[in-house]
C-alpha cells in the first residue's frame, strides 16, 4: 500500500490560488490513479480530481473545472492540485488517495492521510 502525505494548504481570500501536493512513499508510484477528495465541515467526503497513472487523462468534478488542475511528477512521487480563483465553498480538509482504477467514490478508499486545510475567506 502506498502512504500518503499531503501539504500545501493554508487561509487565503477569495480569488486566490494554493498549489496542494501529495507525497507518496514507495516505488510504485507511477502505477497509481491518483484522486484528490475533500470534506467540508458537516459534510460528505466528495471527489475533486483525478490524473492517470502517467498523467495523460484527467477529470474534475463540475465546480472545479476552469479552476483546478491536476498534475504529478512521477520522478518526485508527487501529485499536485493547483487551485485558482479559489471560492469559499472550496474551504474543506483536502486529501489524495491511490488507486489501480478511477473510482470517484470515497468509499472505495480504506487508506487516507492526515489532509490538509484549506480556508477561503470573502
Known amino acids: 500500500q502506498v502512504q500518503l502525505v499531503e501539504s500545501g494548504g493554508g487561509s487565503v481570500q477569495a480569488g486566490g490560488s494554493l498549489r496542494l501536493s501529495c507525497a507518496a512513499s514507495?516505488?510504485?508510484?507511477?502505477?497509481?490513479?491518483i484522486h484528490w477528495f475533500r470534506q467540508a465541515p458537516g459534510k460528505e467526503r466528495e471527489f475533486v480530481s483525478a490524473?492517470?497513472?502517467?498523467?495523460?487523462?484527467?477529470w474534475y468534478t463540475d465546480s472545479v473545472k476552469g479552476r483546478f488542475t491536476v498534475s504529478r511528477d512521477n520522478a518526485k512521487n508527487t501529485a499536485y492540485l493547483q487551485m485558482n480563483s479559489l471560492k469559499p465553498e472550496d474551504t474543506a480538509v483536502y486529501y489524495c488517495?491511490?488507486?489501480?482504477?478511477?473510482?470517484?467514490?470515497?468509499?472505495?478508499?480504506?487508506?487516507w492521510g492526515q489532509g490538509t486545510q484549506v480556508t477561503v475567506s470573502f
Open positions: 514507495g516505488r510504485i508510484f507511477s502505477r497509481y490513479v
Open positions: 488517495a491511490a488507486g489501480f482504477v478511477v473510482n470517484r467514490s470515497y468509499k472505495a478508499y480504506t487508506y
Open positions: 490524473i492517470s497513472e502517467r498523467g495523460s487523462a484527467t
